[in-house]
């Protein structure tokens, strides 16, 4: 609070906007949003696929990798690049960095935590779904620290997470040619990384449809999660005390109206 006295005796009392989140509350709408999330990329996981390479989905994911390891093997090390876009050391060194970027430029807490909290969400919903869901890669591939599991692409989702998340804080005041251009490079960034994991044969198509959709959704909702966490009271006040004479433009009795004291003119007649 900064305090400024008032040539009237009084004073004037500010306090400015907060740019802070509590963090209690922000806990708990991550929880919430990664709890919801979790059951609702399960339940469509099961629904599509089957560990052993079953479900409804299957056909339509064998007739795109027959095509894409008949036609597109030659893209390979393009492919391998575009996924290091995913991988966990990128994703995790350009959270903290963009978060660290946008403070700098804001101090809006909210803003500047949501690229982080995108992917936090989403690294937790892709990892729980893999363990339940359960579904092997294509060809059995044994990649990364959960080796066979396949159903979401963590790059995918990890990519399109951090994209969404980002573009969502910076979008904020910039012109309409700018966040077009923005969102037509998030859209790309997430088409490359999700087609280099298949033609690399690491993930289904299904695989990598769902990650995307997980990482919009965790970067949605970590907006929300840190909306809901912002404090009660955002707006600038000012309180204003002054002394009742001066209120009033009155001032003492024999006084002048300012409240200073000034001598009287003698009597007539005395």
């Given at each position: 609070?900064?305090?400024?006295?008032?040539?009237?005796?009084?004073?004037?009392?500010?306090?400015?906007?907060?740019?802070?989140?509590?963090?209690?509350?922000?806990?708990?709408?991550?929880?919430?949003?990664?709890?919801?999330?979790?059951?609702?990329?399960?339940?469509?996981?099961?629904?599509?696929?089957?560990?052993?390479?079953?479900?409804?989905?299957?056909?339509?994911?064998?007739?795109?990798?027959?095509?894409?390891?008949?036609?597109?093997?030659?893209?390979?090390p393009i492919a391998?690049?575009?996924?290091?876009?995913?991988?966990?050391l990128v994703i995790?060194?350009?959270?903290?960095?963009?978060?660290?970027?946008?403070?700098?430029?804001?101090?809006?807490?909210?803003?500047?935590?949501?690229?982080?909290?995108?992917?936090?969400?989403?690294?937790?919903?892709?990892?729980i779904t893999k363990?339940?869901?359960?579904?092997?890669?294509?060809?059995?591939?044994?990649?990364?620290?959960?080796?066979?599991?396949?159903?979401?692409?963590?790059?995918?989702?990890?990519?399109?997470?951090?994209?969404?998340?980002?573009?969502?804080?910076?979008?904020?005041?910039?012109?309409?040619?700018?966040?077009?251009?923005?969102?037509?490079?998030?859209?790309?960034?997430?088409?490359?990384?999700?087609?280099?994991?298949?033609?690399?044969?690491?993930?289904?198509?299904?695989?990598?449809?769902?990650?995307?959709?997980?990482?919009?959704?965790?970067?949605?909702?970590?907006?929300?999660?840190?909306?809901?966490?912002?404090?009660?009271?955002?707006?600038?006040?000012?309180?204003?005390?002054?002394?009742?004479?001066?209120?009033?433009?009155?001032?003492?009795?024999?006084?002048?109206?300012?409240?200073?004291?000034?001598?009287?003119?003698?009597?007539?007649?005395?």
């Open positions: 609070m900064v305090g400024r006295f008032r040539p009237d005796g009084g004073s004037v009392n500010r306090t400015g906007a907060t740019h802070h989140v509590r963090f209690g509350a922000l806990l708990a709408g991550l929880g919430v949003a990664i709890v919801l999330l979790t059951a609702c990329t399960v339940t469509i996981g099961r629904l599509l696929v089957t560990p052993v390479g079953g479900g409804i989905a299957q056909p339509f994911d064998d007739a795109i990798r027959s095509w894409t390891q008949t036609h597109l093997t030659a893209w390979h391998e690049a575009l996924a290091t876009i995913g991988s966990t995790a060194a350009l959270s903290v960095a963009l978060t660290a970027y946008l403070w700098r430029r804001t101090h809006d807490a909210p803003r500047a935590l949501l690229p982080l909290a995108s992917v936090v969400i989403a690294a937790a919903v892709g990892t363990i339940l869901v359960a579904r092997v890669r294509p060809g059995g591939a044994e990649v990364g620290l959960l080796e066979v599991y396949s159903f979401p692409s963590g790059h995918t989702e990890a990519a399109a997470a951090l994209a969404i998340g980002t573009y969502l804080a910076w979008r904020t005041g910039r012109t309409l040619y700018a966040t077009r251009f923005a969102a037509a490079a998030v859209v790309i960034t997430i088409v490359a990384v999700a087609v280099a994991r298949v033609v690399l044969d690491v993930h289904w198509t299904t695989d990598v449809i769902a990650g995307a959709g997980v990482g919009a959704a965790s970067a949605l909702a970590a907006r929300w999660a840190l909306q809901r966490a912002k404090p009660t009271s955002t707006a600038e006040t000012a309180t204003i005390s002054v002394e009742p004479c001066a209120a009033a433009n009155l001032g003492p009795p024999g006084g002048s109206p300012d409240g200073s004291s000034r001598p009287t003119a003698p009597s007539i007649g005395t």
